[in-house]
C-alpha cells in the first residue's frame, strides 16, 4: 500500500494528529521531545462518498473503503542529518514513505514548549527542509564513488545516473530540494527514483492551529500557504487538538453536529486524507455487488491488468476483460442492468487505463 510520513520538529502535534487519523491512543501525545520513538504505522480509510452511492444502488450488505497508511515519525532537531537525537532513525523511516506530511505548529500555547523557542512555522518548515537536504548532499556524495568505479567499468547506466546525481548535488548546494529537477520522460523518472532522495517526495503541509482558528486559519498559517504555492506544495489547516477531540464522538451523526457548530463543513482528517491521496497521484476504482461495494486504489495511467492485481495477482495473470461502467452512467442508470440496457457499460481490454471513478468487474481465466 500507500505510505504518508508524518514528519516535523518535536511538539508541533504530530501524535496528536497521528491519534486522531488513526483514532487510537496508541501513540501517546505528551509535552516532551522524542515522545514519539517507534514509527507507528495506521491504516486510514480514505472518505469517499460516491462509495456509499454506489451501494445504496447496489443493495450492497458491506461498504468497504480503500486505505492509504500513515506513519508517524520520530521527532527530528536541528542536526538530524549529523546524527543529532533520534536523527539516522528519522531520516531512514522518511526514506520508506511514499510522501510527506510535515506538520507546522501555528499554534501559540505557553505551556508547550517550542524546541527552537519561537512560533515560526516558515523557519520550521525550512529547520527540518535543510535537513533532508543535506542528508541527500550526503547520500549522493557516496553514491558518486560507487557510480565512479561502475563508470571505470565501462557500465552505461552508472554514467547516466552520474550526471544525474551530479544535476541533483548542484541543484540542492544551492540550498533548493531536489524535487525542483523535472524528470523530461519516464526513463530519467526511473533514474531519480533509483537515487532514493528524500527530497524528491511530494510534501503537504498541515498547519496545525489553535481550536479557535480551525475554520480561517491564522497569520502564520497564512504565510505557510504562500511559501507551499511558491514551491507548487500544497497546505491543509487543521487544529489536531480538535480533529482529537472530533475522532473520540464514536456517532458519525455527533460529529457531523459538532462540526456544523463549529462552521466546518468536513473534518480536517477528510482534507488531510484526501490531501495525501492527491500528492500520490492516485485514483480510485470501485467493484460493486449485493455482497459488498469496495474502493480499491491505484496510481494515476495503471492498465486495466495491473488494476485487477491490486485485488488479487490470479486477476492481473489470468485477465481478459473488464466490463467497465463509469461512475455518472452508474448513478444515472441506477445500476448495472440499467447500463447495459443503455449501452454504457464498455468492454475494456489490456491497454485500457483506468479511470477515476471507474465500477469494474474483471473476466479473467485461471
Ligand atoms: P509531536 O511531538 O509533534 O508528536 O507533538 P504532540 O502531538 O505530542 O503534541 C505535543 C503537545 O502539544 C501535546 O501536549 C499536545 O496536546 C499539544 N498540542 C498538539 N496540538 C495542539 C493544538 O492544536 N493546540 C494546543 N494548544 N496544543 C496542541
Same mark, same amino acid.
Given at each position: ?27 501517546? !501525545? %505528551? ?23 454506489? =451501494?445504496? +444502488? =447496489? ?39 511514499? @510522501?510527506?506530511?510535515?506538520? &507546522? ?17 516558515? =523557519? ?26 561502475? +563508470? ?7 554514467? *547516466?545516473?552520474?550526471?544525474? #546525481? ?11 530540494? %531536489?524535487?525542483?529537477?523535472? /524528470?523530461?520522460?519516464?526513463? $530519467? ?8 532522495? &528524500? ?25 505557510? /500557504? ?6 507548487? #506544495? ?6 489536531? @487538538? &480538535? ?5 473520540? &464522538?464514536?456517532? $458519525?451523526?455527533?460529529?457531523? !453536529? ?24 492516485? +485514483? ?8 459488498? @461495494? ?9 492498465? /486495466? ?16 476483460? @473488464?466490463?467497465? +461502467?463509469?461512475?455518472? *452512467? ?11 440496457? #443503455? ?24
Amino acid at each position: 500500500g500507500f505510505k504518508c510520513g508524518i514528519v516535523g520538529l518535536p511538539n508541533v502535534g504530530k501524535s496528536t494528529l497521528f491519534n486522531a487519523l488513526t483514532n487510537t491512543a496508541a501513540a501517546a !501525545a %505528551a509535552n516532551y521531545p522524542f515522545c514519539t520513538i517507534e514509527p507507528n504505522v495506521g491504516q486510514v480509510p480514505v472518505p469517499d462518498p460516491r462509495l456509499n452511492q454506489l =451501494a445504496a +444502488i =447496489a443493495g450492497s450488505k458491506e461498504i468497504i473503503p480503500t486505505q492509504l497508511s500513515f506513519v508517524d515519525i520520530a521527532g527530528l532537531v536541528r542536526g538530524a542529518s549529523q546524527g543529532e537525537g533520534l536523527g539516522n532513525q528519522f531520516l531512514g523511516n522518511i526514506r520508506e514513505v511514499d @510522501a510527506i506530511i510535515h506538520v &507546522l505548529r501555528c499554534f501559540e500555547d505557553d505551556d508547550i514548549t517550542h524546541v527552537e523557542g519561537t512560533i515560526d512555522p516558515i =523557519a520550521d518548515a525550512e529547520t527540518v527542509e535543510t535537513e533532508l537536504m543535506l542528508s541527500d548532499i550526503d547520500s549522493l556524495t557516496k553514491r558518486k564513488s560507487g557510480l565512479e568505479r561502475r +563508470i571505470r567499468g565501462q557500465d552505461k547506466d552508472a554514467k *547516466a545516473l552520474m550526471a544525474l #546525481a551530479e544535476r541533483m548535488l548542484a541543484v540542492l548546494e544551492e540550498g533548493q530540494p %531536489a524535487r525542483v529537477v523535472e /524528470a523530461a520522460d519516464e526513463e $530519467e523518472q526511473k533514474l531519480i527514483d533509483e537515487l532514493q532522495l &528524500l527530497t524528491t517526495k511530494p510534501v503537504l503541509y498541515v498547519c496545525n492551529v489553535s481550536e479557535e482558528e480551525a475554520a480561517e486559519g491564522n497569520a502564520l498559517s497564512t504565510r505557510v /500557504a504562500e511559501k507551499a504555492k511558491a514551491e507548487n #506544495a500544497v497546505s491543509v489547516i487543521i487544529s489536531a @487538538a &480538535l480533529e482529537s477531540e472530533i475522532a473520540q &464522538l464514536e456517532d $458519525e451523526e455527533e460529529q457531523k !453536529a459538532f462540526l456544523e457548530d463549529l462552521g466546518l463543513g468536513e473534518t480536517g482528517l477528510g482534507r488531510v486524507i484526501r490531501a495525501g491521496y492527491d500528492l500520490l497521484n492516485l +485514483i480510485t476504482y470501485f467493484t460493486v455487488g449485493p455482497k459488498e @461495494a469496495r474502493a480499491w486504489t491505484v496510481t494515476q495511467n495503471t492498465k /486495466a491488468p495491473q488494476a485487477a492485481g491490486v485485488i488479487h495477482t490470479d486477476f492481473e495473470t489470468g485477465f481478459i476483460r @473488464a466490463e467497465t +461502467i463509469a461512475f455518472d *452512467a452508474y448513478i444515472e442508470h441506477k445500476g448495472e442492468t440499467g447500463c447495459k440496457d #443503455a449501452g454504457k457499460m464498455r468492454l475494456e481490454g489490456k491497454e485500457y487505463v483506468v479511470a477515476d471513478g471507474d465500477v469494474l468487474h474483471f473476466r479473467f481465466a485461471n
